[in-house]
């Protein structure tokens, strides 16, 4: 897409990047930004991107400014009453030869190019006599005619429309050797001058708000009081909000002097001299829109924060006045459907598809199943599962071995929400680990960096890693979050998981300032057969925020086996102090510390005490009936990636047959085996397989999609939950803050615009008990 705008770049247009399928500019900044070259934007340039240009001042062609009339026909029956309208205004200027766009959305609307002697801002020049009801339940102009100019941006061929889908295209490119047609400043100014009452801009009709919603949003903002230009926004809001009722007006009036206080230098005759000048008239309009965004994006909202994973089964600390006090805000909204968080989890993960055979492990690591069972205050049986894999992976890490070199150290990830009992698992491998008298093999709760990892493994070659901030960890691990030091010990973490059976070495660092001594030991330092296993927690929100493509391509996520509950937040339970099952505890002492080779005493004991030491492993072997079932795993794993590869996702299974095996050896020792059986073999591929398609499908659904159509998702999710009556917009934004209360006011007015033109949800005006309508959401029943 980039090289078919670099004869447009050439000749002088400002062009610059936008998000793929997107009209949003990639650069918030992207108004004071400078007009790049063609070289600086194609290294910019991402696959996927939408292009746009800045037009007026930043775009100067042959001279002249570049400027874009914007013809906006909305029933197009209009059509050629807006076009003849359009040729009286250009009355110098042929609309013919005019460099034209059609959008990706189709119909009679265009963009027409021109240039002109004088950078102009863009100003609505015309609309039609008559309005429509539009599918928001809003009226709209037939057409309308806009001059776009200085501060303004529009969308470039061969762009994708982000609703269809389709690209924009050139209905007559502009002919860069003849040269793009003028027109005159005169006319333009003349135009620019005329009737100021079509100057607002869309969405520029007032909230309805009441006073008292007014005062709620401005105390959000109560710095703005202090900045002159903020203050300016306030006022001029305030007025546009309440300017056709005189009798609010004079509150509004009150409202701003009430808040104005607050600022530096407050002075009550400077405010209303100002209140007074305050006029509807300028080049943007400021609307209480722009106030309502702000004041979601503040603290409003902080003090409804999510509970803390390590405090999630303690009591809840009592919830703040305010906090309190937000309850009963929207009590004119549906209530939430209580859920059914006393059901069977059992039945409920039945339903989900989760077969009964993965719930449970042969051999004796089902006693550390049925005692985190047991226990657990708030039930999660396939966490119970992952946690007595996880203890097996460390305890038989390093010293265990299949002949075909499958050592046992695994990476685990449990997704569940905040409250969910994700946390038992943690106290459950440490009391094992402990009760054994291996708490040694308990490593830290994460890595910051690189050398982070090494030098733990340099003393603990063998450890477990519990982290329960694995999301945070994720997201900060990313290029764009300015954290090299994770991303680095992230890319550790990929390394040592495939050097279980030979030795791994860390990046050279400088060694100015050491002794010699120290020089050497630093650059000879290494780990053979480094055994790490890594069990993290995290809410699905959270992992699925930082999740991103680079995480599947870089190869990371598939060396994870990833389970995320459905059972939701759990209702909290009584249980028995079960003690620890004795014969794991004597199973773990005992599997530990044996060796392979003809000296077990000896070398066994300098296992103990010499961390660096790597004794010969126990071998494993697989069974000749084991192979056939190998096999097909193998030609199973290159169907799925064949599938995944049109959209991008087949690394997900590059190491699902690996992490089957290392698996299996798990199990043969647990079921006291000293060979692998294909029974083994089979629970093995029958777990890993079922949560690898889980992930794929996951995947599928969360990596790829733009944060418009994360957003669509979660209003959905949302309205789902309120019944046919819906939810009001402030009530979703509060309720999805992260995806959609984030989001601009334009940003906002697009997901809407998507999920009514996908007819996702309906809309319908409802009286609050305040007395002002609003428009409310309601989900779309298929």
């Not at 240039?115 to 609505?124: G, P, Q, V």
């Not at 265990?400 to 990476?411: A, D, E, I, M, V």
Request: aromatic share 8%; proline share 5%.
């Amino acid at each position: 897409m980039i090289e078919e705008v670099k004869p447009l770049v050439e000749a002088g247009f400002s062009v610059h990047l936008l998000r793929p399928k997107s009209k949003i500019p990639a650069n918030d900044g992207w108004s004071e930004a400078p007009v790049y070259t063609f070289d600086q934007l194609r290294k910019l340039y991402r696959d996927g991107q939408n292009v746009g240009i800045r037009l007026g001042k930043p775009s100067k062609v042959e001279g002249l400014y570049l400027h874009a009339i914007d013809l906006d026909i909305r029933v197009p029956e209009a059509k050629s009453e807006a076009l003849d309208r359009l040729d009286e205004l250009i009355s110098d200027g042929d609309l013919k030869e005019l460099p034209c766009v059609q959008s990706g959305s189709g119909g009679a609307s265009r963009h027409f190019y021109f240039l002109t002697e004088d950078a102009f801002r863009s100003k609505k020049l015309a609309h039609s006599k008559h309005k429509f009801t539009g599918d928001d339940g809003k009226e709209h102009w037939e057409w309308e005619i806009e001059l776009f100019g200085t501060g303004k941006q529009v969308v470039l061929p061969p762009s994708i429309h982000p609703d269809t889908g389709k690209a924009y295209r050139w209905v007559l490119q502009p002919d860069l050797k003849r040269g793009i047609p003028r027109i005159s400043a005169d006319l333009i100014d003349e135009l620019v001058g005329g009737d100021e009452s079509t100057g607002f801009y869309e969405n520029s009709e007032p909230l309805n708000l009441t006073i008292n919603e007014a005062r709620d949003y401005l105390d959000a903002i109560p710095d703005w009081a202090d900045d002159r230009d903020s203050w300016v926004r306030v006022g001029m809001a305030l007025k546009h909000e309440f300017a056709d009722d005189k009798a609010l007006i004079k509150e509004a009036w009150e409202l701003f002097d009430e808040w104005s206080r607050r600022g530096y230098g407050y002075n009550r005759a400077k405010n209303l001299a100002q209140w007074r000048g305050f006029t509807f008239d300028r080049e943007e309009l400021v609307t209480m829109r722009s106030i309502v965004a702000e004041a979601n994006d503040r603290a409003l909202y902080e003090t409804i924060e999510e509970l803390d994973d390590e405090d999630e089964e303690r009591p809840p600390a009592p919830p703040s006045a305010k906090v309190l006090m937000s309850m009963f805000d929207d009590l004119d909204g549906p209530p939430t459907p209580p859920r059914d968080q006393d059901a069977d989890p059992y039945a409920i993960l039945k339903r989900e598809g989760v077969p009964d055979h993965v719930l449970s492990i042969p051999g004796v690591l089902q006693e550390v199943v049925d005692y985190y069972n047991a226990t657990a205050i708030k039930s999660q049986p396939q966490f119970a599962v992952q946690a007595a894999l996880a203890f097996g992976s460390v305890v038989l890490g390093r010293h265990w071995s299949t002949n075909r070199k499958n050592f046992t150290s695994l990476y685990f990830l449990n997704l569940a929400p905040t409250a969910g009992g994700k946390e038992h698992a943690k106290r459950v491998i440490e009391e094992f680990l402990t009760e054994a008298g291996l708490d040694t093999l308990t490593g830290p709760k994460n890595y910051a960096s690189e050398a982070g990892v090494f030098s733990t493994l340099l003393t603990k070659p063998r450890h477990i890693c519990i982290t329960d901030e694995f999301g945070r960890y994720l997201s900060s691990a990313r290029g764009g979050a300015g954290n090299a030091n994770k991303s680095e010990a992230q890319s550790a973490l990929m390394e040592v998981f495939g050097r279980l059976d030979g030795t791994w070495q860390t990046n050279g660092y400088s060694t100015r300032g050491m002794t010699k001594e120290q020089a050497d030991a630093q650059n000879n330092a290494k780990v053979v057969r480094p055994a790490l296993t890594l069990l993290g927690m995290t809410t699905p929100q959270s992992f699925y925020d930082a999740l991103g493509q680079k995480d599947i391509l870089d190869g990371f996520l598939n060396r994870f086996l990833i389970v995320e509950s459905p059972l939701g937040r759990q209702s909290s339970r009584e249980v028995d102090g079960s003690s620890l099952p004795k014969r794991v505890v004597r199973w773990a002492r005992q599997k530990a510390w044996e060796i392979g080779g003809d000296d077990d005493d000896l070398e066994g004991m300098r296992a103990m005490v010499e961390p660096s030491f790597a004794p010969e492993p126990i071998l494993v072997p697989f069974s000749k009936a084991c192979m056939p079932i190998l096999a097909e795993m193998e030609q199973a794993v290159s169907r799925e990636m064949d599938r995944l590869d049109a959209c991008g996702m087949a690394e997900l299974y590059g190491r699902t047959r690996e992490i089957a095996m290392r698996m299996a050896l798990i199990v043969a020792v647990s079921d006291g085996c000293d060979v692998i059986k294909p029974r083994h073999v089979e629970w093995a591929r029958d777990y890993v397989f079922f949560y690898q398609a889980r992930m794929a499908k996951l995947f599928e659904g969360n990596i790829g999609k733009t944060d418009i159509e994360k957003a669509c998702d979660a209003v959905c999710e949302y309205l789902e939950t309120c019944g046919d009556d819906g939810a009001p917009e402030h009530q979703i934004s509060r309720q999805r803050r992260k995806k959609f209360g984030k989001l601009s006011t334009r940003e906002r007015d697009e997901v809407f615009a998507l999920l009514l033109r996908d007819r996702r949800i309906r809309v319908t005006d409802r009286t609050a008990k305040r007395g002002s309508k609003k428009p409310w959401y309601a989900l779309v029943k298929s």
